[in-house]
Structure formats: structure tokens, C-alpha cells
């Protein structure tokens, strides 16, 4: 079974919009776009001139994140964040009111969000509170898959907020026990800061298995909003086709891409190596101050902590300019924060105002 079989069958022909910039047409005066002849008197760059509209796909920022993904330039298609490869996603395999989505909560809220949109059913595996950490029910997920008719599985690695990677063979299990009816979609969001190789490696078995990569989170460049999706090249040429007409704006390609360059990925990988240590100095100090219940494990540039009064723990921190992220909205986490991890100096903060907290608690 070919994976563009999970296709929503009206789709499977669709062609999409044929932009100004899909034909590959040569010439030196572009009067096809309706475009301004002149630039923007605040357009001071005229080799990337926001006049015109940009490669829906620029070419060579797609093939080095290709080159870094470990995949092919075409099994890879370069969105508008992971956000915009979800929405695709749910979009193009689920019919509304038939094929269902399903993800392990606690975990990112745009699974849910983009089922909501979509009209297509939910189904949910709550992640389980081991001693290990926040870890996915394989079996479960596999039932409830079977059972509910999913078309889309979410597993995020390393999961937000819980902050534990999901071993390749249990990626595989779940792939290969839903071959046929679902697409595996891997959330590698914080695969930089961990040691699990990317799901992106049982593609060349898996045909049923998508994965999801950003900027945003080690190569700091949220603000750019580059996501990307890597699956079976047949389904990547269907979302494209879903897309809207030009999605990557010049500006950020091209910032993109300079931010890939061999000297700014030597300074992401030193900077990762930083957060990887202060994960682990972050984690012995908040699990030795009273009124800290628990601190989870790791794979990811953050840490969820249990406090005995999440409350004052976060109030505390804020007076201190410190803002973090309030779990206690989310399932299982009522007495949860989750703390991205900063420089050095930003940790110190972190630890100095909670040990305020400690002398009250």
C-alpha cells in the first residue's frame, strides 16, 4: 500500500494554486506577479528586494537542511514552523468527522488544536507517570489507533512538556502495527539537545513515518518561522499542494540560511552543549530545595518540576523577572512549571529566587 493511500481521496489529484514563481520561466524583466517595479523606499537590500515574491521552496536552503536532516531534498518540505506541517497534515489525511488524530497528552497543544479546526475526532493516550518520567503507552496508542480509526499519530520526542525522547524501536512498533491505516508523525522539535537518533532514519522502512524539525528551538531562530516536514517524497508533493502559495518570506530564508552556515552551526553545537550541562546542574539544585516535589528527566532545552505550592513558586519567580511556563492547566500537571533553560547567569536567577521560596515553604 502506497502511503499517499492515507490521503484524503479528494485530495489525491488536487494541484493546489499555481502561483507567479511555480512555472520555472527564465527572463531579466518579471512582469507576470502583478509585482511593484521599485522597491520599497525601506527596502534597502536589492539583491533580496521584498518586491518580489519569494521561491515558494528556496532551493538551496532546502537542500541544506536536506544535507542536515540525513534525508533527500524533495522528501522535505520547508513550512512556516512545525505549526504549519501539523495543520498540513490533519488537512490533507483526515476527512472531517471521519479520520482521527491522536496524540499523548500532556504534550504540545497543537495536535489538539488542529484536529479541533479540522472537525477530525480526537483520541487521546495520556502519557504515563513512571519513575522513569512522562512515558508514552505504546500498547495503548496502538489499540486506541486500531480501534478509532486514526489517520495521524502524534509522538512527540522529545516530548513538551514532559522532556523524555521515545526510543526508535518503539517508533517502529508503532509504525509498523498501523502500516496501512495511519501516518507515524515525530515531533523532533528538541532533537538537537538529545541522544535518540531521528525517526527520520526507518524512513527508507516506514513509509507510513513523518517527521518534524524547526529552527526555532538550538538554531534560534523562532522569530524566522522555519519548520520543516520530512516523509515519502509522494506525500510531501501533496502538501505542497495544500500549501499556501509562498510560504517562506525572503528575509527569513536567507537569514535562515546564514544561520546554517559551518560557522554558525560550530556555535549552535557549543551552545547545546552548554544547555545539556546546565540541564543537568539545573536539575541536581531544584530537586535539593524544599518545596520542590519533583524534578523530570530531560531530553529536551527545559525541565518540568512538581512544587509543593506552584503558586508562590511561580509568583516568586515572576517578582524576580523570571517568567516561566504554567503547566498546572495541562493533564496530570496541576502543580507543574516547566523552565526553559537560559545561560548560566539566567539559571543562577532561577535558583536564587526559588531559594526565597524555600525559606517560606
Avoid at 509504525?175 to 508523525?185: K, P
Avoid at 523562532?222 to 520530512?230: K, L, P, T
Wanted: hydrophobic residues 45%.
Amino acid at each position: 500500500m502506497s502511503v499517499l493511500e492515507l490521503v484524503r481521496e479528494d485530495l489525491r489529484d488536487f494541484g493546489g494554486y499555481s502561483s507567479a514563481r511555480s512555472a520555472k520561466l527564465q527572463g531579466d524583466i518579471w512582469l507576470n506577479a502583478n509585482e511593484s517595479a521599485w522597491a520599497n523606499p525601506a527596502d534597502a537590500d536589492a539583491a533580496a528586494s521584498c518586491r518580489r515574491y519569494p521561491d515558494p521552496q528556496p532551493q538551496l536552503l532546502r537542500e541544506r537542511l536536506a544535507d542536515m536532516y540525513g534525508c533527500q531534498p524533495e522528501q522535505l518540505l520547508i513550512g512556516r514552523g512545525s505549526d504549519e506541517a501539523i495543520d498540513l497534515l490533519v488537512r490533507a489525511l483526515c476527512m472531517p468527522g471521519r479520520d482521527a488524530v491522536l496524540y499523548t497528552p500532556p504534550v504540545f497543544g497543537m495536535y489538539a488544536v488542529s484536529a479541533r479546526l479540522q472537525n477530525a475526532p480526537a483520541l487521546e493516550v495520556p502519557l504515563l507517570d513512571t519513575d522513569a518520567g512522562l512515558v508514552p503507552d505504546i500498547d495503548a496508542i496502538i489499540a486506541t489507533a486500531k480501534q478509532g480509526n486514526a489517520k495521524l499519530v502524534f509522538l512527540c520526542s522529545p516530548s513538551n512538556p514532559g522532556g523524555l525522547s521515545i526510543p526508535l524501536q518503539q517508533v517502529r512498533a508503532v509504525a509498523e502495527a498501523l502500516r496501512g491505516q495511519a501516518l507515524v508523525v515525530v515531533d523532533e522539535a528538541y532533537g538537537e539537545f538529545a541522544d535518540e537518533a531521528s525517526a527520520a532514519t526507518l524512513m527508507d522502512r516506514f513509509d507510513n513515518i513523518a517527521v518534524l524539525r524547526t529552527l526555532s528551538k538550538a538554531h534560534a531562530l523562532a522569530a524566522a518561522r522555519i519548520g520543516s516536514v520530512i516523509a515519502d517524497a509522494a506525500l510531501i508533493a501533496v502538501l505542497r499542494c495544500c500549501q499556501a502559495p509562498y510560504p517562506i518570506p525572503t528575509p527569513c530564508s536567507t537569514l535562515a540560511l546564514s544561520g546554517l552556515g559551518d560557522a554558525a552551526l560550530a556555535q549552535t553545537r557549543a551552545r547545546i552543549t552548554t544547555v545539556r550541562s546546565e540541564r543537568s546542574r539545573l536539575c541536581i539544585a531544584l530537586s535539593a530545595q524544599r518545596g520542590v516535589r519533583h524534578v523530570y528527566a530531560s531530553d529536551a532545552n527545559f525541565l518540568l518540576v512538581r512544587f509543593s505550592d506552584a503558586e508562590a513558586a511561580f509568583q516568586t519567580l515572576l517578582q524576580a523577572g523570571v517568567v516561566v511556563r504554567d503547566q498546572r492547566a495541562a493533564p496530570q500537571l496541576q502543580d507543574a512549571l516547566r523552565i526553559t533553560l537560559g545561560t548560566p547567569e539566567q539559571n543562577d536567577r532561577v535558583l536564587d529566587a526559588l531559594a526565597t521560596l524555600e525559606l517560606t515553604a
